[in-house]
């Protein structure tokens, strides 16, 4: 009897410990150690040069930002609404710099809807944050001075972040984050891949970290 009362208690405390353990995998949004509040202003900015590249060339920023509103940040799952983004170059008017042209970048098809259910990985798609399922696809145009434009679309732009204590800086994934032709010059490429990392902040710059 006493064997089966220990072997019941054993089980509850490993039940236990999976929960927390459960729990502590969970994301949560934080500002010098306190969870950020919900419709927060939130940016990303570029931690490194940000590029579209396909085959042994493509196109090279110097500057990109992200900025919209945090929606949920409840401890299980973030959703952060990416409503407006940028992406700037040394060429004139900003534009990035692609091979022997200038090329203007622009996000379209925003709000965007950035997701993390899991610490650790993220995914954006191109929907309200407050709307269910998968959305429409992220849609990039790029217009080059040379006169052509290349319409690109991809399902969604997944990655993964640094954790707490670490400043929470998000790396899309060179595998997953690549967009397909769907309109424009026949000069276009068939695939780009949307390549940068981005360090989250407050509009104020200080720096957040997701734990």
Request: glycine share 12%; hydrophobic share 35%.
């Amino acid at each position: 009897m006493l064997r089966k009362v220990a072997l019941a208690s054993s089980l509850i405390l490993v039940a236990l410990m999976g929960a927390q353990g459960t729990a502590s995998a969970s994301p949560v949004l934080t500002e010098e150690g306190s969870a950020l509040a919900v419709n927060s202003s939130v940016v990303a900015v570029n931690d490194g040069q940000p590029e579209f590249l396909y085959g042994m060339s493509g196109i090279v920023c110097t500057s990109s930002e992200l900025s919209g509103s945090l929606i949920a940040n409840g401890g299980k799952l973030i959703k952060w609404q990416i409503e407006s983004g940028f992406w700037h170059g040394k060429a004139p008017g900003e534009a990035c710099i692609g091979p022997g042209t200038a090329v203007t970048i622009t996000p379209e098809g925003l709000p965007w809807c950035l997701e993390s259910s899991e610490l650790g990985n993220f995914s954006i798609k191109s929907k309200k944050c407050s709307t269910e399922g998968e959305g429409e696809r992220i849609t990039f145009r790029f217009k080059y001075e040379s006169f052509y434009q290349c319409l690109y679309r991809a399902l969604a732009a997944n990655g993964t972040y640094k954790t707490a204590p670490e400043a929470a800086t998000l790396t899309l994934s060179k595998t997953e984050t690549i967009l397909t032709f769907v309109s424009g010059s026949p000069l276009c490429s068939t695939m780009v891949t949307w390549k940068g990392s981005y360090q989250l902040k407050t509009p104020g710059g200080s720096n957040l970290t997701i734990g």
